[in-house]
Every structure is written in structure tokens, then in C-alpha cells.
């Protein structure tokens, strides 16, 4: 390992598994990202305390 | 066996609960056998096949099949196809079910089932394929879970709950997406590290893609077959506003299903043509691959494209019947047929009554957790309290 | 497990492990993965083996197999073609010479230890791994038994306790890495009394291959197999006869195994990254679109509103008028005809007083 890696199968366990953990912080960050970004939206549902994503389907039944 | 069912006035002695019943009992023999004696006990399966029914039907095809909860759910909350939006809840039942029997069909096909989380907290295989297919099936079967829950809430009265879970619908929908391509695609690729025992034909590097497309097919498809069927056997508990968005569900679907299967069919001969395999036409194999492609995709694609254009509900209901059929062929194709193609046919495998014993257990137990939660839960209607906005 | 937990604790701190990850990464898309240096690696001579099968024997005593149905001294197993399996994890077959038909060609078939292993690529939970020794070795206390590595294996090495129902392990030739590790000779190239098996550095092994090769024309093919298959393994044949005619696959190409699948896991990341950016856009434009047309129809609401209402107010006005107009008229008729009535009754009044 301190050497770098030998066998392409190693080296990619390693990245793969690196690649794996920022998929799923990406998921939480991005989401967090879309409630920045549309946080002043004037037309935009008032998010709920709390709530995850950006205006939900009801938007579009009331 | 789901026990009283809500059938008033109907004796428990019916047919359908006879066979169930019988199913049920050859089932749990084989079980106890499964679990007692080995895979050597129940299976066909050797050293030269590893994997049998419980792959290439369970899984493969049993994930194909329950598309119809992402497809739906994605045309409906992100493409906003709101005349479809009746279809919705019993696409993401039967897909919730569909995953959960495939899941239970693992137990009975990997050697120590109660390892099944391993690759998640012990040690993580990244390399495989597997991985990803586990992770997101994983992960997809809660989000299915959740995604269902809002109509078990509504049955048990649970309102603040409810309402809180369709607040994540769009977040829902859009992770379950994510995770349906994943693993339907990955799924494919779980054969691409096998170029040497899976015929040339069947082998791509587009595998998964393939897989892929074909999932939205088997998908629409389904969600068309199982209205039917729901149709006939659940009518009396479908609100009018499920009947009359099913007409527009059914003509809106037969024609998503006719246009990707159109780009399904394309990109099949582009495979064949990247890897220059035209020679393999003209043998056994490539008379079955015909078989396939023209038969079971490029046939559905021209029926469903009449059907549309002549309104012809009943011909669209039977090609979905065609086409759902042509996806369990051509994942049996991919994991038996054409697996291990260059074993000499004594070698060669096929299941065992057993192995199809389980498979049909397995079917079973879906069918009657299905019948057991539309005759209670709001799935083929709105629940009086909650109209318009499940 | 130290290799697993710091590989582990390295995905934890993957900003910390940036340098590491840099320096391959950048390596990674011209890199040649070479396999471990000073790997041991197994010589087999085809041409030297004589179908004794005492590297079978061997190897089951060595890793304590269970008997076998038919003793290792019975060579009429040989009629038949056999592969490894959950009691065996070597065999030794027969196949006809066609160039000499009277010597019979005999070939040792076991795990061939690749040097990128489809095996430990399909596992998802590494239970198998190549050690830089060479061995590519099992540890069954993590094996969930989902018989990938058996699915994946070029060669159909792995076999499966299918009859054990609550512990079934993958079975298959260990190149005896706990020899080894003790600095011992692997069993069956102990046992071999014709010399068949030669073990030592990959390298070295190689060499007296290529020498053999060359020193011997005419009795060897020129190709020693296992160099390029699959990426190399750390057993390595040479043969009298074509490979293909011993039973061994001469189309698996030069790919290693973890190659084959890399194309698939690097799309994954991105699906995970761009497809929720397009999904949320689709459904951002699904939702403008549904917004435009609600105030589309909002305006064309409040128009049709505005010109009704213009056109009942013409209406109301005009009635108002015309009411108007009609209640003057009707008083003037009233002032007409009152006047007419006071002037009608003053006259006729005046007439009565006119009779009195």
C-alpha cells in the first residue's frame, strides 16, 4: 500500500471504495445544495421546517 | 394464506385459496428441505452452474418486472403526467412486493443468508457488480417501502404521519430513479465478466444498457398487464376516477412502451454490429436470438404502435402479455439459455421441480400479500379523506 | 484485517487520503499494473507429466480433503474428463496426442491463481484476494456463498459445498499459502516424481520456460500459457500439443478480469451524480410549464371575467336608462294627467257653478 498499488484489481477496490463514500455524501450535500439554491425562490411553496426537498407534487394539485 | 379476506359473503373454500393453500404447504416442505439438506437437496445447480432459477427468474426477471413502481412514479411526479396519476399506487405496490419477493428468493439460493448484510458492515467487495446490485436494491426496497406507506397510513388512520411521507414524494422519486438505473443496469453487467461463457450474441459491453431500456419496457408493461388483471379480479374496488384515467394510462403507456422498445430493438443490432457477430446469425443460437428480437421485441413494438393508433385497449393488454414474456426470455436467455452455451448438453443445466416449486411459492406468497393490501388499503381508490393528492 | 480497517479508515478520510488517490489516479489511465514483484508462480510441463495422479493424492492429504470415491492409485478415472470440485481441488486429465497417439497427453487442472482474479473481482465481499506471495486465497468467515466468484471464473475453478446446508464454503487449490508462508514447497509440486512442476519466482519460472522452449525445438509450442491469459496467472503450462486439444481455453484474451467490469462501475458515480441535476431539472421545467399555463388560464380567466363584466355593466346602465327614461316619461304622463285631471275637474267645476 505505502508503495502504491500492484494489482489493478487493488488499485481499483481503493478507488472504487473512495467513490462509493462522496456518492453518498453528494446525495446529502446536493440536496441541501437545491434548498440554497431555491431558498428565495419568491414563487417557490414555503418549505416546511425541516422538509427535505424543494416543493413537493402538492404544488401542482392544490 | 392471507386469511378472512373481505370477499363478503364468500366462502374461504375457493379454488384460488385451495391452490394457494396446496402451494403454500409444498413450499414450506421444501423449505425445511432447503435448509436441512443443502443446495444439493432441492437444486440442479453444480460446480458448472452456479446459478439456476433463483438467479435468472427470481432475480433477474423478478427486478425487470417491479420497474413499473420507478417507471411510474417518474412519469407521474417528474414528468408530470398527472391523468396517470391512478397508477401510481398499484405500480409501487407490486413493485415494493416484486423486490421483497426477490429478496426472499436470495435467502433460499445464497449458502448463508443471515450473511447477507456483510458487504455493507464487514468488508466491501467495490470491485463487484454484485455490490452495487446489493447496495441499491437495498436501498431501493425502503425507498419503496416508504414511497407505499402513505396508503397503509391512510387505512390506519395515521394522518400527521401520512402527511409528513408524501412531503418526500418528489425526493422519493427522484432517488428512486437514481437507484432503479443503477442496479437494473447493473444487473447486465453482472454477466460482463463473463465473455467466455456467455454466447457472443448475448455478450455485449452494452449489456447493461440493454438491461436498462428493457427495464422501462418490462415496466409499462407490467403496470399495463397488472391493471388488467387487477381489472378483472379487484374491479369493485376501483374508484371512478381510477377507471377513467385507466383508458388514458393504458394508450399513454402502450405508446411510451412502443417507442422505447423501437430504441431497445436498435440498439440490440448496433450490438451485434460493434462486436461483428452477423456470422452467429446463421447457427442454433442466432435462430433463437432472431426468435427473440423479432418476436418478442420488434413484434410488441408494431402491435403496441397499432394498438395506439387504432385505440384498441384490448390488443395493447395482450401485447403486454407478449412483451412481459419477452423480458423473462431474454433474462433466461442471459443467465441459463446462453450461459455456459459451450457445455455439451450433458452438462448443461436445467431446474429442478423443486427450484420451480419455490419459484411459484415465492410468486404465490406475493400474489395473496397483494390481494391482502388492496382489499383493505386506498390502492385502486382515494381514500375519501385524502382525495386527489396521493 | 489491518489492511481491510486502514483501507476502510482511508474512505473515511477521503480528503485526507487525496494524496494517495492523486498520485495512482494521475498513474492510473497509462499505468500498467504489473502484479506484485517476487510473486511465486508454478511451472507445469506438460510434456513431462505422466498421469500418476500423485499430486492428487497429495493435495488431499495436504489440505485434508475427505477420501477419495476411488483411490488416488485407480487410474481409470482418467477415462473420463473431470474438473475440480468441492473433494478435489486438482485433477489430472487425459487427452489423445494426435502428433504421437500412443503417448497420451496428461494435464493437472487446478486454480491457476491469476494475477488479476475474476474471482476476487466479483466478490462483494473480498472474501478471495491475491497475496503478494501469489496465492489468490478464500477466507469463508466473511462468504455469504452467492457463487459469483464461480459465475466469474474464466477457467471453472471454484467449486461449492452444494450439500453442506448451513455452511457451505467455496472450495478450491490455495497454491498452499500456509506453505509457502512457512517457506515450504506447495504439496502437489512436492509429490511430483517426474519433476513435471517447477516452483518458484514468477519471473524465474518464466525464464525456464522460455529456455526450455528454446533449447527444445520441435517438442514444445511456442507459447507458454498463462503469461498473457486473463492478465497472467501464477501457474504457468507448457505443452507439446496446441492448448486447445488438452482441454484449455485458448480464446479468454489478454484482458484481466477487473477490466472487464470497470467500464460498468465507472458510470455508476456519474449516474448518481448528473441524473438527479436532470431529473430535478425536468421536474423544475415540468412544474414552470404547469405554473405558466395555471396563469395562462388564470389571465384568460380574469379577462373573460373583466369583458363580462363590462358587458353586464352595459346592460345594467342601459336598463338604468332606459327605467329612467320610462319612470320621466311615466311622470310626465302622471303630470300630464294630473294637470289634465285639475284642468278637467276646475272645468268642470266651473260648469257646475256656471248651472248654479
Redesign the interface.
Known amino acids: 500500500m505505502e508503495n502504491g498499488f500492484y494489482t489493478l484489481q487493488e488499485f481499483m477496490t481503493f478507488t472504487k471504495g473512495v467513490t462509493y463514500v462522496i456518492m453518498v455524501i453528494s446525495l446529502f450535500v446536493i440536496t441541501g445544495f437545491w434548498l440554497f439554491l431555491t431558498g428565495r425562490d419568491e414563487d417557490s411553496q414555503p418549505n416546511e421546517p425541516g422538509g427535505t426537498e424543494h416543493h413537493h407534487q402538492g404544488g401542482g394539485h392544490v | 394464506m392471507s386469511g378472512k379476506n373481505t370477499f363478503t359473503s364468500r366462502s374461504l373454500l375457493t379454488p384460488f385459496n385451495l391452490v394457494a393453500g396446496l402451494i403454500l404447504i409444498v413450499g414450506a416442505v421444501i423449505t425445511v428441505l432447503r435448509f436441512t439438506r443443502g443446495l444439493a437437496g432441492v437444486t440442479h445447480l453444480s460446480n458448472d452452474n452456479p446459478w439456476g432459477l433463483w438467479i435468472g427468474f427470481d432475480l433477474l426477471c423478478g427486478v425487470a418486472l417491479a420497474a413499473g413502481g420507478y417507471v411510474t412514479s417518474a412519469a407521474v411526479y417528474i414528468f408530470g403526467m398527472k391523468r396517470y396519476h391512478s397508477a401510481v399506487r398499484p405500480a409501487i405496490l407490486t413493485g415494493f412486493l416484486g423486490y421483497a419477493m426477490v429478496v426472499l428468493a436470495l435467502n433460499y439460493d445464497v449458502g448463508r443468508p443471515w450473511r447477507l448484510p456483510y458487504p455493507f458492515v464487514v468488508q466491501q467487495g467495490t470491485t463487484s457488480l454484485l455490490f452495487e446490485v446489493g447496495a441499491c436494491v437495498a436501498l431501493y426496497l425502503t425507498v419503496l417501502f416508504i414511497e407505499f406507506t402513505p396508503a397503509a397510513l391512510e387505512w390506519l388512520g395515521l394522518k400527521r404521519a401520512r402527511n409528513l411521507v408524501t412531503r418526500l414524494t418528489i425526493l422519493l422519486t427522484i432517488f428512486g430513479v437514481v437507484l432503479s438505473t443503477l442496479h437494473q443496469s447493473s444487473l447486465g453487467a453482472l454477466y460482463l465478466i463473463a465473455p467466455s461463457k456467455l454466447h457472443p450474441l448475448w455478450y455485449s459491453s452494452y449489456l447493461p444498457v440493454y438491461f436498462f431500456v428493457s427495464s422501462i419496457v418490462a415496466g409499462l408493461s407490467m403496470v399495463l398487464f397488472e391493471s388488467t388483471l387487477a381489472h378483472h379480479y379487484f374491479g369493485d374496488k376501483m374508484d371512478e376516477k381510477h377507471l377513467r384515467e385507466n383508458t388514458d394510462v393504458t394508450l399513454g403507456f402502450a405508446k411510451a412502451a412502443s417507442l422505447t422498445l423501437a430504441g431497445y430493438f436498435t440498439i440490440k443490432v448496433i450490438g451485434i454490429a460493434m462486436d461483428n457477430n452477423w456470422r452467429y446469425l446463421a447457427t442454433g443460437y442466432g435462430l433463437w436470438f432472431l426468435v427473440e428480437l423479432l418476436g418478442f421485441v420488434a413484434l410488441p413494438c408494431f402491435l403496441y404502435a397499432v394498438g395506439v393508433r387504432d385505440k384498441n385497449i384490448r390488443l395493447i393488454r395482450w401485447t403486454a402479455v407478449l412483451t412481459v414474456l419477452g423480458i423473462i426470455l431474454n433474462r433466461l436467455n442471459v443467465s441459463l439459455i446462453a450461459f455456459n452455451w459451450r457445455l455439451p448438453s450433458s452438462e448443461r443445466y436445467f431446474p429442478s421441480w423443486m427450484e420451480i416449486m419455490i419459484s411459484v411459492f415465492v410468486v404465490t406468497i406475493g400474489i395473496l400479500v397483494y390481494r391482502f393490501v388492496v382489499t383493505r388499503m386506498p390502492v385502486l381508490y382515494e381514500h375519501t379523506d385524502y382525495p386527489s393528492s396521493h | 484485517m489491518s489492511?481491510?480497517r486502514?483501507?476502510?479508515l482511508?474512505?473515511?478520510g477521503?480528503a485526507g487520503?487525496g494524496a494517495?488517490?492523486g498520485?495512482?489516479?494521475a498513474a492510473?489511465t497509462t499505468e500498467h499494473?504489473?502484479?506484485?514483484?517476487n510473486s511465486f508462480a508454478i511451472l507445469h510441463d506438460i510434456t513431462l507429466c505422466v498421469g500418476c495422479r500423485s499430486c492428487e493424492a497429495a493435495c488431499n492429504k495436504v489440505n485434508e480433503l475427505p477420501p477419495p470415491d476411488r483411490p488416488f492409485t485407480d487410474l481409470s478415472v482418467l477415462d473420463e474428463k473431470r474438473?475440480?470440485?468441492?473433494k478435489a481441488y486438482t485433477v489430472v486429465n487425459r487427452f489423445k496426442n494426435r502428433k504421437v497417439p500412443q503417448q497420451p497427453v496428461f494435464v493437472k487442472k487446478q486454480c491457476n491463481h491469476c494475477?488479476?482474479?475474476?474471482c476476487?473481482?466479483?466478490?462483494?465481499?473480498?472474501?478471495l484476494r491475491?497475496t503478494?506471495e501469489g496465492p489468490v486465497v478464500y477466507d469463508p468467515s466473511?462468504?455469504?456463498?452467492?457463487?459469483?466468484c464461480?459465475?466469474?471464473c474464466?477457467f471453472?475453478i471454484?467449486?461449492?459445498?452444494?450439500?453442506?446446508?448451513?455452511?457451505?464454503?467455496i472450495m478450491k487449490c490455495t497454491m498452499c499459502y500456509p506453505r509457502i508462508l512457512k517457506g515450504r514447497l506447495p504439496g502437489c509440486v512436492e509429490a511430483c516424481p517426474r519433476e513435471a512442476l517447477t516452483f518458484g519466482k514468477r519471473s524465474d519460472v518464466l525464464e525456464i520456460a522460455r529456455q526450455r522452449i528454446r533449447e527444445n525445438p520441435g517438442r514444445y509450442v511456442n507459447h507458454i500459457y498463462g503469461e498473457t491469459e486473463m492478465?497472467g496467472t501464477s501457474w504457468l503450462y507448457i505443452s507439446g500439443v496446441p492448448y486447445k486439444e488438452t482441454g484449455m481455453?485458448e480464446?479468454?484474451?489478454v484482458t484481466?478480469?477487473?477490466?472487464?467490469?470497470?467500464?460498468?462501475?465507472s458510470?455508476?458515480?456519474m449516474?448518481?451524480?448528473l441524473?438527479?441535476?436532470l431529473?430535478?431539472g425536468?421536474?423544475a421545467i415540468?412544474?414552470r410549464?404547469?405554473?405558466v399555463s395555471a396563469e395562462e388560464k388564470a389571465a384568460a380567466v380574469a379577462e373573460a371575467v373583466e369583458k363580462s363584466e363590462a358587458q353586464a355593466c352595459h346592460v345594467l346602465s342601459e336598463a338604468l336608462d332606459k327605467a329612467h327614461k320610462d319612470a320621466l316619461k311615466e311622470k310626465e304622463a302622471a303630470v300630464h294627467q294630473a294637470v289634465k285631471k285639475a284642468l278637467a275637474e276646475a272645468a268642470g267645476s266651473k260648469a257646475e257653478e256656471a248651472a248654479h
Open positions: 489492511l481491510t486502514r483501507k476502510f482511508g474512505w473515511m477521503a487520503a494517495v488517490i498520485k495512482n489516479a492510473s499494473f504489473k502484479g506484485y514483484p474438473r475440480t470440485t468441492a494475477l488479476e482474479p475474476a476476487a473481482s466479483a466478490c462483494f465481499v473480498r472474501a491475491k503478494p466473511v462468504c455469504v456463498g452467492c457463487r459469483y464461480m459465475v466469474a474464466p471453472d471454484p467449486a461449492y459445498e452444494y450439500d453442506n446446508a448451513l455452511s457451505p464454503k492478465g481455453r480464446d479468454l484474451g484481466p478480469a477487473p477490466e472487464l467490469t470497470s467500464g460498468a462501475l458510470v455508476v458515480p449516474v448518481v451524480g441524473w438527479p441535476v431529473l430535478t425536468i421536474y415540468t412544474q410549464k404547469e405554473k
